[in-house]
């Protein structure tokens, strides 16, 4: 994982906080969280499946 849990409960929390003036920026912030936050999900999910074909 790239990111931990807090991690990314504080990254979101930093996004919500952005002004009027600060909305596109906000939005990109947001979209790579997102995206980051898919990644490390797929990894965690394709190492839990992983190990239990090992099983």
């Known amino acids: 994982m790239r990111l931990s ?17 600060q909305q596109g920026m906000a939005l990109a ?8 936050l898919a990644e490390d999900l797929l990894e965690s999910e394709q190492a839990a499946s992983d190990s239990r074909r090992q099983a």
């Open 5 to 21: 849990w807090p991690q990314h409960l504080q990254a979101s929390r930093t996004v919500e906080q952005a002004g009027e003036s």
């Open 29 to 36: 912030l947001m979209g790579m969280s997102l995206l980051i």
